[in-house]
């Protein structure tokens, strides 16, 4: 008996390519155009414990058991940055402690100045930020904040905020 050869098909299948690219962008298009990201970024409102300043306990000593300490504020480490708003959201007023600082320059070489000074003992910064000041004035603070250094050395790390609220 004699095999039969089968014709062998000498020319190769060929994909359209130019239909699947076609599909493919009107895909993307249309994802692209019906993409719309939710706006929450912008405005989330984190609900945050308020900040407790942190005192000094001796060492088997439960915080607060000490009855002749009648002053709770002596024993504070924690210095008070307050931040105003201006109309725009730009920086309209900074005060450490009660006083006055003019600009951010001032709140530099003031915090240097308190925060370098082994009398003061200062190693907390709580900040208050009026609720109308932008995002990047707040930044600028507080890059002046994390960049200081404490008289043993040390960097700050101990920063809390505060929202004051609007001045409108």
Known sequence: ????????????????LTAMLDLAFQLLAFFILTFKPMPFEGNVSLHLPPPQPITRVDSGQQAGADPKNT??????????????????????????????????????????SILSDPTNGFDQLIIQVGSDLNYQALMDVLDVCIGQQLANGEKLTKLSFVELPSQS
């Open 1 to 16: 008996m004699r095999r039969r050869q089968r014709h062998r098909l000498t020319h190769e299948v060929e994909l359209n």
């Open 71 to 112: 002053n709770p504020i002596e024993g504070l480490n924690t210095l008070v940055v307050t931040v105003l708003a201006g109309p725009a959201g730009q920086v309209g007023g900074l005060a450490v402690g009660g006083t006055s600082v003019p600009g951010i320059a001032g709140l530099n070489s003031t915090l240097s």
